[in-house]
Structure formats: structure tokens, C-alpha cells
């Protein structure tokens, strides 16, 4: 069952921008933290950018100055805003959410199904 939507990605030059979106879908209830992970070929995956229930955003220090995250909690959404991208910026963006599913259950780690951003230099 897919839980969360991920939209953006691509293929883009160094030095160029891409935005990815997640949505949540119906079958999530409440979220608590809610980012963005990636994963490079046979790297582990890394947190790249992450808001925090009480509202804190935490980044990767690679993508300091370059990527901001945003949430909107109103439609259990969030966006990556990726800028000046770099070749090491390439790897799979997964969605990820510390979600119920329903009113007063469990928060688990949910994740989307992965989009590819590839910066060509």
C-alpha cells in the first residue's frame, strides 16, 4: 500500500535546481516528522533534510545553503527545493514520514517509493 507520493527528480546539469514534493496519502492519519532521505549506489541511504514535529529543520551539512525544505502540514505534504546541484547531489530521494495511520495509533517510519535525481556535470 503506498503511503506516501513522490513527484520531481530528473536529470539535470551541475548548478541547475529541481524541487521533489511527497504527499501523503489518505491511509496516514498523523504525521510527526516528515523529510527526505537519499541513497547513492552502494552508499547507505543518508538523511539529506527533515522538519520535525515541533517545527525544527534539521539538513544534511552537504546540502547546507543549497536545499530547503518546507511543510505543509494542512495537506501533509513536503517539498525539497534542490539548488545549485552538484554531480554527488545524485542518488535516489525517498520521501520518509514518522506516521499513524490511524487516530490514536503508532507512529512508524513510512517511506515513498524513491525518485532519481541525476546531476550531469
Known amino acids: 500500500q503506498v503511503q506516501l507520493v513522490e513527484s520531481g527528480g530528473g536529470l539535470v546539469q551541475a548548478g541547475e535546481s529541481l524541487r521533489l514534493s511527497c504527499a501523503a496519502t489518505?491511509?496516514?492519519?498523523?504525521?510527526?516528522?516528515m523529510g527526505w532521505y537519499r541513497q547513492a549506489p552502494g552508499k547507505q541511504r543518508e538523511l539529506v533534510a527533515i522538519?520535525?514535529?515541533?517545527?525544527?529543520?534539521d539538513y544534511a551539512e552537504s546540502v547546507v545553503g543549497r536545499f530547503t525544505i518546507s511543510r505543509d502540514n494542512a495537506k501533509k505534504m513536503v517539498t525539497l527545493t534542490m539548488n545549485s546541484l552538484k554531480p554527488e547531489d545524485t542518488a535516489v530521494y525517498y520521501c520518509?514520514?514518522?506516521?499513524?495511520?490511524?487516530?490514536?495509533?503508532?507512529?512508524?517510519?513510512?517511506w515513498g517509493q524513491g525518485t532519481q535525481v541525476t546531476v550531469s556535470s
Open positions: 489518505e491511509s496516514i492519519y498523523g504525521i510527526a516528522d
Open positions: 520518509y514520514a514518522d506516521a499513524q495511520s490511524y487516530y490514536n495509533g503508532p507512529y512508524r517510519p513510512k
Open positions: 522538519v520535525r514535529s515541533v517545527g525544527k529543520r
